[in-house]
C-alpha cells in the first residue's frame, strides 16, 4: 500500500523533517514493513503466523466470532496497529526493499480504515 | 486503560490533529491495543504467549530472576513497550472495539511507570 | 546502541518535551529496547526467536536468498522497525534496565542504515 499512501497524502511532499504515522482501526488486522520485491515472502508470512498462532487452540475461550477470530487479534497485537516513518525532503525515507503491509487476519475482512498524520515542518 | 488516559490528560482535548505516545519504562511489561468488549480476549492473550514464549526453555541463560523473568522479556519484546496513537479534534481516534492494554508479563508485578507525550496543534 | 546515539544527536539536550523516533532501513534487521544489564538477556532472545522461526521451515517459498533470509524477515517484523523513546528535559526518558537492542537478523548481516528524529521544542 505504499503507492497509495504516496497518492493519497501530497502534504509528505512539503515536509523536510517528519514522521508519517500510520494507524489501522482494527483489532483484527495490522500494519508492518517488509520486503516489498517478491510476493512469495507475503506467503510465507502468511503460513509462518498460522502455525504459530493456530486455530482451535485447546485454550481459546474468545471462540464465538469464528475460529479465525482470537488468532486474528493475537497477530495483530504481533505485528502491531501502527507505523513511523520518517520523511525526509518531501519523501518517505525508506529502504530500498521497504514497503507497507496492511495484513488482513481475518478470513473474510471487510473493509479497513486508517489514520494517517504527518509531524514535522 | 483506555479511561485512565483520557482523564488524566485533559491536554488532548486541545489537539485537533496529533499523535498521543504512551511508552512503558519497563522491560517485562508491554502495551498494546486490542479488543476491549469481551474479557475472554486478555485470557486468551495470557494464555498463548505463556505456550509460545514458555517458562524453562532448556536454551534460556538468564534464569537466576525467576522462571518468568526471560519470559517476560520476550513477550515485552513482542508486544512491544510503545503506543502512538492518533488525536482527531481533541479526541483519541481509536476504532470502536479498540482499547489499551497494559500487559504485565511478570507473576508479581509491582507498580509500572508510563510516559504520556502529546504532539500536534 | 544507547551510547551511540546519545552522542551522535546532541540535539537531544535542547529538547524539553518530546519524542526520539528511530528507524531502520532493513528488512532483515530490527530494534527493540529490553533489558540492558546482562549480556545473556540478549543470547536469550536469539536462542528463542531460532526457535520460533525456525529456518527451512517446509512452508517457505522464498529460499533463494539463504536459509536465514526468510527467518529474519518474519523476526524483523516481530520485533519492529522503529522505536520511539520520549524525551524529557533534555534527556531519553528510559527505564532503570532499559537499552536499545539492534537486532541482525541474518547470518553475515552487513553495515545497517537508521534514521534518527527529534520531534518536540
Same sequence: chains 1, 2, 3.
Avoid at 517488509?34 to 508470512?45: G, H, K, L, S, W
Avoid at 471487510?110 to 489514520?115: I, L, Q, T
Wanted: net charge negative; proline share 4%.
Amino acid at each position: 500500500m505504499t503507492e497509495e499512501i504516496l497518492t493519497s497524502i501530497p502534504e509528505i511532499s512539503e515536509v523536510s523533517i517528519g514522521i508519517l504515522q500510520i494507524f489501522i482501526k482494527h483489532t483484527s488486522a495490522s500494519l508492518t514493513i517488509n520486503e516489498n520485491a517478491d510476493p512469495t515472502v507475503r506467503q510465507d508470512f502468511e503460513s509462518h503466523f498460522n502455525e504459530f498462532v493456530p486455530e482451535n487452540a485447546s485454550y481459546y475461550k474468545h471462540t464465538y466470532e469464528g475460529s479465525d477470530d482470537m488468532p486474528a487479534h493475537i497477530k495483530s497485537s504481533l505485528l502491531g496497529n501502527s507505523l513511523s516513518i520518517p520523511i525526509t525532503n518531501g519523501r518517505l525515507n525508506l529502504g530500498t526493499w521497504q514497503g507497507i503491509y496492511l495484513c488482513e487476519h481475518r478470513n473474510y475482512g471487510g473493509s479497513r480504515k486508517v489514520v494517517i498524520t504527518v509531524l514535522g515542518s
